[in-house]
C-alpha cells in the first residue's frame, strides 16, 4: 500500500538554496553535455569570444560552406572518408541546362551577325 506522504511547507530561504542548487547542478550538466573546459567563475567579454572561437575552429562539421557542399555534394561514405565526393545528379543536370543556355545566348548575341 501506498503511504500518504504527509505535505510540508519549505520556506522562501529553503526553496532559494534548493533551486540554486539546482541551477548549480544544471549549468555543470551544460558544460558536460558541451564538452568545454571553461574554468568556473566569472570571465571577460574577449576571454569566451576567444573560448568561442577556439571551440567553432575546432568542429569542422558547421559553417556555410560546410552546408553548401553538403547540399551540392553526395553524401560522404563514412567507410571512405577520404575519397573524393561527386556531385549529385541534379546539380550536374541544373549546371549542364545553365551552361547551354548560356552558350546559346552568346552564340546568338555576339558570334552570329
Do not use: Q, Y
Not at 42 to 67: F, I, P, Q
Request: proline fraction near 8%; charge should be positive; glycine fraction near 4%.
Amino acid at each position: 500500500m501506498n503511504a500518504m506522504v504527509p505535505p510540508t511547507l519549505a520556506t522562501p530561504d529553503e526553496m532559494r538554496r534548493v533551486l540554486r542548487k539546482r541551477l548549480r547542478e544544471r549549468s555543470a550538466a551544460w558544460v558536460e553535455i558541451l564538452g568545454s573546459e571553461i574554468p568556473p567563475g566569472s570571465h571577460t567579454k574577449n576571454e569566451m569570444l576567444t573560448l568561442l572561437r577556439a571551440k567553432l575552429r575546432a568542429r569542422g562539421d558547421r559553417g556555410v560552406a560546410n552546408l553548401v557542399k553538403n547540399l551540392v555534394l553526395e553524401p560522404r561514405n563514412p567507410l571512405e572518408p577520404s575519397k573524393r565526393r561527386l556531385p549529385k545528379r541534379e546539380v550536374v543536370a541544373v549546371s549542364s541546362l545553365l551552361a547551354m543556355l548560356c552558350g546559346a545566348l552568346v552564340w546568338f548575341n555576339f558570334l552570329v551577325r
